[in-house]
């Protein structure tokens, strides 16, 4: 068990669709990262959030959005969803700073039908 | 940016051998190199990394080199073990690892035959 945590675990939807995920990272990690891992993409870094600021982005859609909280833990909201979406959502967390190790959460499977 | 390629695919060794698995990237700039496990249905777990100042480090059965010059670094698994099996993926980054995300390669599927 890494520390971090992420909700729900599973979770269905149709094309067209909104949803957010939840991560909530180890106790004193400043930093959320999400990464999306599928068959033909495999893991791909989406975007990093450092005590509630954006830091980094990468190759996120613009359909995908995040938010940090004041309590650290992060959403994930993916909007108009399409089938090619479908996908384990990862969260991992860490320091935030230069050398600090990222250790991931459980995931999230989202189906896209 | 970076892209990190990774050799091979798939691996399957007797148990007991050894296994190596070669990662190259293309940012001279990358100076993070951290390795993860995945087994089927789970997260990726950080089983070993590597700075751009060492050449060389060991974790039990586990190593890991880095050569700078040739942009290319490498995990080692000694005495592999049915355990061992899974799925192995590199990755680099530019900023240490922490302050920003981690590029990835494809993965190596390891099997530990018995």
């Known amino acids: 068990d890494s520390g971090v945590t992420q909700t729900p675990k599973h979770l269905i939807t149709a094309t067209g669709q909104r949803v957010t995920l939840r991560c909530s990272p180890r106790?004193?990690?400043?930093?959320v990262y999400w990464y999306q891992q599928s068959l033909d993409q495999g893991l791909q870094f989406l975007i990093q959030?450092?005590?509630?600021?954006?830091?980094a982005k990468g190759n996120i859609l613009e359909r995908f959005s995040a938010q940090q909280f004041p309590d650290l833990h992060s959403e994930l909201n993916l909007s108009s969803l399409e089938l090619g979406d479908s996908a384990l959502y990862f969260c991992a967390s860490g320091g935030g700073n230069a050398y600090n190790e990222q250790f991931f959460g459980p995931g999230t499977r989202l189906t896209v039908l | 940016g970076e892209n990190v390629e990774q050799h091979p695919s798939t691996l399957s060794v007797q148990e007991g051998d050894s296994a190596v698995i070669k990662c190259t990237y293309s940012d001279s700039a990358s100076n993070y190199f951290p390795w993860y496990k995945q087994e089927l249905g789970k997260r990726p777990q950080l089983i070993i990394d590597i700075r751009s100042n060492v050449g060389e480090k060991k974790d039990q059965r586990i190593a890991v080199t880095l050569n700078k010059t040739a942009k290319h670094f490498s995990l080692h698994i000694t005495e592999t073990q049915p355990e061992d099996s899974a799925v192995y993926f590199c990755a680099a980054s530019r900023s240490g690892g922490g302050a920003d995300g981690l590029t990835f390669g494809k993965g190596t599927h390891l099997i530990i035959q018995p």
């Open positions: 959030y450092y005590n509630g600021e954006e830091r």
């Open positions: 106790s004193g990690d400043l930093s």
